[in-house]
């Protein structure tokens, strides 16, 4: 089975920071990998996903992760937050045979100051 | 295009009570998975349908139960509901073949209290 580790529960930044989200798997076969956000009182909307292939990979709003086998990682990173960048944002990892089960981490608040 | 959709928003129920939650996938999708998010963690898968069938479980007990229809709307039921049911029942719909199979679009949940 897969695991998902997200490091921090929270993190708080100023507005037009860079952001580093940081997400950690555990697989022993070749897995899919997911970045979902949530908004309060929403469903999960996702952000960007890494299937094969390049390593580093864009979403939407801005966002971009990279993907590093030996580290077993998939870290979120935005050059610059804005306000309506907070959120909660999930992390997620399926494997190419049981492709529609995920397995999610706890979750990281994201909290964009003005 | 209507996205995930999801029914009722919020319910109350008391412990032992049976509540049955639905969905309806995007259109064109023909798979149907539940996932249960409690307070402050990450969703859980609960099971999986596809063709009508339950084809994968998470660790979820008995008293969860589901049905995937024709339409591949899919309802999920909870019996002898506990205090620790209490949490937003997530329904994600995905393509089982296709460009974006591995790719899963959530609705907006179901937030179900027991007292």
């Known amino acids: 089975a897969q695991s998902v580790t997200q490091l921090d529960s929270q993190v708080p930044v100023f507005e037009e920071a860079p952001v580093e989200l940081r997400c950690n798997y555990s697989s022993s076969v070749s897995v899919y990998l997911f970045w979902y956000v949530q908004y309060p009182n929403q469903g999960l909307q996702l952000l960007l996903k890494?299937?094969?292939?390049?390593?580093l990979v864009k979403g939407i709003n801005g966002f971009e992760a990279e993907f590093n086998k030996s580290q077993t990682s998939f870290h979120l990173r935005k050059p610059s937050v804005h306000i309506s960048d907070t959120a909660e944002y999930f992390c997620a990892v399926s494997d190419r045979i049981n492709f529609n089960k995920f397995y999610f981490g706890s979750g990281t608040k994201l909290n964009v100051k003005p | 295009d209507a996205g995930v959709t999801q029914s009722p928003t919020h319910l109350i129920k008391t412990r032992g009570q049976q509540v049955t939650l639905r969905c309806s996938p995007k259109s064109g999708h023909d798979t149907v998975s539940w996932y249960q998010q409690a307070l402050g963690q990450g969703p859980q898968f609960i099971f999986q349908?596809?063709?009508?069938?339950?084809?994968q479980r998470g660790n979820f007990p008995d008293r969860f139960s589901g049905h995937q229809f024709p339409n591949y709307s899919s309802e999920l039921n909870v019996n002898a509901l506990l205090l620790g049911d209490s949490a937003l029942y997530l329904c994600?719909?995905?393509?089982?073949?296709?460009?974006?199979?591995?790719?899963?679009?959530f609705g907006p949940g179901t937030r179900l209290t027991v007292l």
């Open positions: 994600a719909s995905s393509l089982e073949i296709g460009e974006n199979y591995n790719e899963q679009f």
């Open positions: 890494y299937l094969s292939g390049s390593t």
């Open positions: 349908y596809y063709e009508e069938e339950e084809r």
